[in-house]
């Protein structure tokens, strides 16, 4: 079967020859070519998922809306340096499904290019040769809601409360909480799942954009208009739409928001032709809305109709006790993708557990990538830590969970093997009290079967058959548990 296509053109040979290495690395096709030799390549364009456009030149402009003409639905990204991002005029914003700074972070470029299959099956385009397996192969599982205190525990409670309802969520809380993390979650456990989860960050696109961007819009509706474009709205038609940081919206475009939640119509930009739309709305901000309604920045109606169903997720220093397990997931998730390792002692921990951590789990996943560069595949001491982790001191009797099973985060006075034993598990996952505040025996349990899993398709390979005769069950029970935890192999 065939490997995802790309079609890379760009005059910056350097550029464009870095960029196809890391998208060969991804389990990508990736041909390249100069601008001035595209015509043939355009008019065969029918395994090809995407197409990234290298910015500079005068004809750039005419170049992307041959190229729009030609591929009609296939996503055409703009590959632009960091310093070029201001110089890009709103037409040619419009032209482009999305614009990418090189070099990109990791995180960025895995987002956008995961989400390419997605949006070739939402816009109809199903004359790839592609095996859908391969995808599942290249696509690592999303970010989890990790943690075992009361607060993230009673925050998936909610989750499951309204996943299967038709409600919008309000998500509140502070910046690097892991919002998103949340939406994708509701998303997951709802029955939109098979359908588009459409992520906008209503702060990050400037105002003059955003009516566009939600809505889509005509040929012609403004300069630069060359095509018919379709909105986030329409995207995400069936499944969900994430309006992060909707605090930062603009004021007019609150009340088409508002109007959509109502009516659940809208209209496309330059268009009388009312559209109907079945969207569930998630909404997200790190502001107190509250707050803004008082300072005028912020309607009151529209938050009657975003906070139907809130979900604060708590800070965390509010739950430092889920250190070590999101220290442990970050590690092992750096492992999967290939992007390094490190372990880290018992007293580190101790001591990242006495931080406030204003960035929250952000900060934290920024530190350990940080770690991984400075002491890739190393025992990180506290002497290696940033100096402002090193300032804290920690009580000798304090302690800390390690019953969840982990590839090599945290060390130990004999190193932790890569790949732990059924055994193990069993050993780091016994308790020998109930804690004081009890325990969620459900939720417990359900981490356990989950860990269980996961080690048993980690030893398969990812196939599901092996894995299932690993821990001796019906490989179709094995499936609906795969579902039931969102979770990925290569074939199911």
């Not at 592609?130 to 989750?159: C, F, N, T, W």
């Not at 101790?350 to 789990?361: F, I, T």
Request: proline share 5%; hydrophobic share 40%.
């Amino acid at each position: 079967m065939a490997l995802p296509r790309i079609l890379c053109i760009d005059e910056n040979q350097s550029r464009s020859n870095e960029f196809s290495r890391i998208l060969e690395f991804l389990e990508y096709q990736v041909k390249v070519a100069n601008p001035s030799l595209i015509e043939d390549l355009i008019n065969d364009l029918d395994d090809v998922m995407a197409i990234i456009v290298g910015d500079g030149g005068e004809k750039q402009a005419s170049l992307i809306s041959n190229i729009q003409e030609k591929a009609k639905t296939i996503p055409v990204i703009l590959l632009t340096g960091n310093n070029s991002q201001s110089q890009i005029s709103s037409s040619i914003r419009q032209k482009v499904s999305h614009v990418l700074s090189w070099p990109a972070t990791f995180s960025d470029l895995k987002r956008l290019l995961d989400n390419l299959p997605t949006t070739l099956l939402r816009n109809g385009n199903n004359r790839t040769g592609i095996d859908r397996r391969v995808y599942q192969r290249r696509m690592s599982p999303g970010p989890r809601l990790e943690g075992k205190s009361p607060a993230i525990i009673y925050v998936r409670k909610l989750i499951d409360q309204v996943a299967n309802s038709a409600a919008t969520v309000l998500i509140l809380g502070e910046s690097g909480t892991g919002k998103e993390v949340v939406a994708r979650s509701l998303h997951n456990a709802s029955d939109r799942k098979a359908k588009p989860f459409v992520p906008v960050n209503c702060g990050a696109i400037p105002a003059e954009l955003l009516e566009s961007e939600l809505f889509g819009h005509e040929k012609g509706a403004f300069t630069g208009a060359l095509t018919t474009r379709q909105g986030r709205f329409e995207l995400a038609e069936g499944g969900t739409l994430f309006l992060d940081e909707i605090g930062d919206m603009p004021m007019p475009m609150q009340v088409k928001i508002l109007r959509v939640l109502q009516e659940r119509c809208f209209e496309r930009v330059g268009s009388n032709k009312t559209v109907q739309c079945d969207v569930r709305i998630i909404a997200a901000t790190h502001r107190n809305l509250e707050e803004e309604i008082k300072q005028k920045r912020f309607r009151e109606d529209l938050f009657y109709r975003l906070n139907v169903f809130p979900i604060e997720i708590p800070a965390l220093r509010e739950r430092v006790e889920d250190i070590p397990i999101l220290v442990r997931d970050l590690i092992v998730r750096m492992e999967k993708e290939k992007r390094g390792s490190v372990s880290l002692t018992p007293e580190v921990i101790k001591l990242l557990m006495q931080h406030d951590w204003p960035g929250n789990v952000r900060e934290l996943a920024n530190l350990i990538e940080r770690l991984t560069i400075v002491k890739p595949n190393s025992l990180v001491e506290k002497s290696d830590l940033p100096e402002k982790y090193q300032k804290y001191t920690v009580p000798e009797d304090m302690s800390f969970d390690l019953s969840l099973p982990t590839s090599r985060p945290i060390a130990s006075d004999v190193p932790v093997n890569v790949n732990l034993s059924v055994q193990e598990i069993k050993n780091h996952s016994e308790i020998t009290e109930i804690p004081p505040e009890g325990l969620d025996l459900k939720e417990y349990l359900s981490e356990m079967e989950r860990n269980f899993i996961q080690l048993a398709l980690d030893e398969s390979n990812g196939v599901v058959a092996h894995a299932a005769k690993r821990l001796k069950m019906r490989r179709t029970t094995l499936v609906e548990k795969l579902r039931k935890y969102d979770m990925r192999s290569v074939e199911v």
